[in-house]
């Protein structure tokens, strides 16, 4: 069956965001719960859902907001524009997502990464790429470990984006963003939401399994107006 191509899932003009909503940029392969499974034995959707639940949890118990919109970052094209296998199987889940919470009454938009806020026209090519069906294992591999041994898929770009989009919210009067991510790599987009740039009503770094002081590059943090938490 030939895959489809990934196109513009962006639903509202991010710019339009008022002060009763919030946006939850989802650096997805960090924080799904099945991250340690083989690629192909991972039930993207479940794990989708999961962070749903957790997002939304953590939006009414720390927020006013009335809408949250999650945006969910990964490797979701191939090098020709072909839709991943998490991609795929992500978009069969998306229109099953209720558009209002019943756990919590707030309204929710779910969508996929695969361009820039501010450029929703232009979807990135090559954001995952495929082992070569020849890649060697490791040296330590034997056939009692097939698990980690396996070669892996490869995000690029992510990382990127999701420090783009970063910055794009913190510059808008009143909006709501929340980075979802424990990545480290993150934390040179982190630091430059600074004071004198951020118009945001709030900026949250949700990270789990990571408290506030457990980095020594959490020192660097104390000049921005961002706020650490968990789930």
């Known amino acids: ?7 513009r899932n962006v639903p509202d003009d991010v710019y339009a965001l008022g002060v009763t909503a919030a946006v939850f940029l989802i650096d997805f392969d960090n924080v799904r719960p099945d991250a340690h499974q083989p690629y192909r034995r991972r039930d993207a959707a479940s794990a989708a859902d999961f962070v ?3 997002a939304l949890q953590y939006a009414t118990k720390n927020t006013d907001v009335e809408e949250c919109r999650l945006r969910y970052y990964g490797g979701w094209v191939l090098k020709r524009g072909e839709a991943s296998f998490d991609a795929e199987k992500l978009a069969r889940w998306i ?3 209720p558009r209002r919470d019943t756990a919590t009454g707030l309204r929710v938009i779910v969508e996929l990464a695969s361009s820039l806020l501010a450029h929703p026209g232009l979807p990135f090519f090559g954001t995952l790429r495929l082992p070569s069906r ?5 040296s330590s591999c034997t056939s009692q470990c097939p698990t980690h041994c396996t070669p892996r898929p490869a995000q690029k770009m992510v990382d990127m984006m999701l420090g783009v989009d970063l910055l794009t919210l913190a510059a808008i009067e009143r909006s709501h963003a929340v980075l979802f991510s424990s990545d480290e790599d993150l934390y040179p987009a982190v630091i430059s939401v600074s004071g004198a740039t951020a ?18 590059n959490d020192s660097h943090l104390a000049t921005t107006p961002l706020r650490i938490a968990q789930p």
């Open 134 to 138: 020849d890649a060697p294992s490791p």
């Open 95 to 97: 229109p099953q997502v």
């Open 199 to 216: 118009k945001a009503a709030s900026v949250t770094w949700l990270r789990p399994g990571r408290a506030n002081g457990s980095s020594p």
């Open 52 to 54: 749903r639940r957790q």
């Open 1 to 7: 069956m030939a895959r489809r191509k990934v196109t």
